[in-house]
């Protein structure tokens, strides 16, 4: 039982509250016990993910990367306190119907391929990219990226190129005509990335496997 905490999301693998913490308000995610696994099992994995999660946000961090800022891990009790960013993400900001300028969008999709090319350098593999998983700060506008749950460390160049795949999908299953934006994404990956070549090769390689399974059905 977190003290004042307001429930805010309720997934499969955790609980997301917003609670006050040392006179702020913090983002505190809780990964709960499966009950069809082994209690012990369990526990070992509920922490591996618990530890991963910091630890992909922290190196974040450490290369500059916007993410939120953790404040505390508690592996016994399976928590991450972390920064509560104040915004929007993206997914509301394509959904939302008030015209945004091709020159905002063209900003947005920028510092999107900026901050993911970087978070390849330094083999950070995010393992969730969708736009919900996109945040927008409100005073700023600019980019944080949030939800490592399925984050991980890996060097290989498949990984990366999946991980984009996976924000492409995102895109055109949930905001249609966004092409021109994804396009604008990839170009700022490219520049940012030491190994987009590759990994930008590899994702052709990745969509044309996609393509082939949905054609199979
Ligand atoms: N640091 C944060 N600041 C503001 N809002 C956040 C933050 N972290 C999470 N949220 C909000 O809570 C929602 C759920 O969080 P998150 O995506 O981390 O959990 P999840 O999808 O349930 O986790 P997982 O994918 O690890 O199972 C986000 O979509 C976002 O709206």
Do not use: W
Request: charged share 25%.
């Amino acid at each position: 039982m977190i003290h004042n905490a307001q429930l805010i999301k309720q997934g499969a693998e955790a609980k997301v509250y917003l609670a006050p913490f040392c006179q702020r308000q913090a983002i505190i995610k809780e990964r709960f016990a499966k009950a069809y696994r082994h209690p012990t099992l369990d526990k070992k994995l509920t922490s591996r993910r618990v530890i991963q999660e910091a630890r992909c946000l922290n190196r974040c961090q450490k290369a500059f990367i916007d993410t939120p800022t953790v404040y505390l891990v508690d592996v016994d009790s399976s928590l991450i306190y972390m920064e509560f960013i104040e915004g929007c993400s993206v997914r509301d900001y394509l959904t939302t119907d008030d015209g945004h300028l091709p020159e905002a969008q063209a900003k947005v999709a920028k510092e999107i391929g900026t901050a993911l090319g970087k978070m390849h350098n330094i083999d950070v593999v995010h393992g969730d990219l969708t736009t919900s998983n996109l945040m927008m700060r409100k005073e700023s506008g600019s980019l944080v990226l949030i939800d490592f749950g399925l984050s991980y460390v890996s060097n290989l160049i498949e990984d990366k190129a999946v991980d984009l795949y996976v924000l492409e999908r995102a895109f055109t299953s949930t905001h249609p005509n966004t092409e021109v934006m994804f396009a604008q994404i990839l170009e700022a990956y490219g520049q940012n990335s030491k190994a987009s070549k590759l990994i930008l090769k590899k994702l052709e390689d990745v969509r044309m496997r996609g393509r082939k399974r949905s054609m199979l059905g």
